[in-house]
């Protein structure tokens, strides 16, 4: 039996809050100068601000075997990428990697943004360890998968977001890694083209040998890739399961939530911070909850730090298998609004909910245009009940079912 091509044991990674990257040798003599003095409390305080992102997390992979990583947000999984791709070192523990690692982490991850698509390639190519004929031979399926020739001699800089992840993965799936690590980073992309890239693992996995390891909040896509799956609750490993063990494990972490939710502390999605404008919190306005085919309405409360022209607001509803079935942004209808520093409520309704009864994911979001300065994904269970005049729930209609205007005539 060969032995695993990744083998994590007893890993650990632990953060300063309030310190961003490390610390100075001023910061370091001060604290020893507080323990020489005989006042070791404050460095007991100190060390009450650490946050353990990561806690004792063992796991191997054996050679092209697809795992899935899932767990909620802020329960690690990033942190645990950026250790195995080495971009971050480990507070403890060992990792043993038996082959090259391609990394898709972030947008533009291994970019350098004055260099044009063409010399990113070589260039990611020989932080590969690959030879120019060897990134030479795969430069034209590259170019062609990722689907951007006409700006192949384009600094990558002028690149949409879009384009940057299709050039990102491309480089990544074809330059041959023995492992490749993959974030959510693709629900950048299109539809057409996530379905590219999951066959395109699929490809390298099962017809190359390849190991794959894949972190998605979209359990329908888990299950479609994935054979087994490493849980990560609150930076521990709660178990490595089978795919259908492992969902039934991740869904049991959402329980269904309260009504008025606070969500000012909750972690950020899509490289959000809130610091423009931070969602506060969300609320249902029928304090009975969500029913098929009644008026709907929730109210968003939202702080907002600098003037904004055209700020707009988004509610969405997402499956439990992270498929989306309803989406409520205030543009939509042109509806933005020009608002100064404040705190502001947010009504958004439906004369109708067309949702059908189940369990549903919230996600919310507030930005202007194509930039968002706060979303939080998939982060509260909702349920919507049957309406009172609902008879046909049971017949399995899907996500959404809407009224239409209908007639009928001879033929």
Partial sequence: MSAPIIEVSGISKRYRLGQIGMTSLRDDLQRLGRWLGGRPPAAVAEASRDFWALRDVSFSVAPGEVLGIIGRNGAGKSTLLK????????????????????????????????????????????????????????????????????FIDTPVKRYSSGMYVRLAFAIAAHLEPEILIVDEVLAVGDAQFQRKCIGRMQEISHGHGRTVLFVSHSMATIRRLCQRCVVLENGRLKGVYPVEEAID?????????????????????????GEDARLLRVRCVNERGLFFGEPFAVELTL?????????????????????RVMTIDSDADRQT????????????????LPVSPGRYHLSISIGQGRHFADIIDGFALWEVQPGQNDFESDRGFGGCRLTSETSIRPA
């Fill in 83 to 150: 250790i195995l791709s080495r971009i971050t070192e480990p507070t403890a523990g060992e990792i043993k990697l038996r082959g090259r690692v391609g990394s898709l982490l972030e947008v533009g991850t291994g970019f350098h943004p004055e260099l044009s698509g063409r010399d990113n390639i070589f260039l990611n190519g020989s932080i590969l360890g690959m030879r120019k004929r060897e990134i030479a031979a795969k430069f034209d399926e590259i170019v062609a998968f990722a689907e951007v020739g006409e």
């Fill in 249 to 273: 494990q991740y869904n049991r972490h959402f329980g269904p939530a309260g009504l008025d939710l606070e969500v000012s502390t909750r972690p950020r999605d899509w490289g959000t911070t």
């Fill in 303 to 323: 702080q907002v730090n600098k003037p904004f022209d055209a700020l707009m607001t988004g509610f969405c509803l997402n499956t439990i298998e992270g498929q």
């Fill in 337 to 352: 609004w020009q608002l100064q520093p404040g705190r502001y409520v947010v009504r958004i309704g439906l004369p109708r």
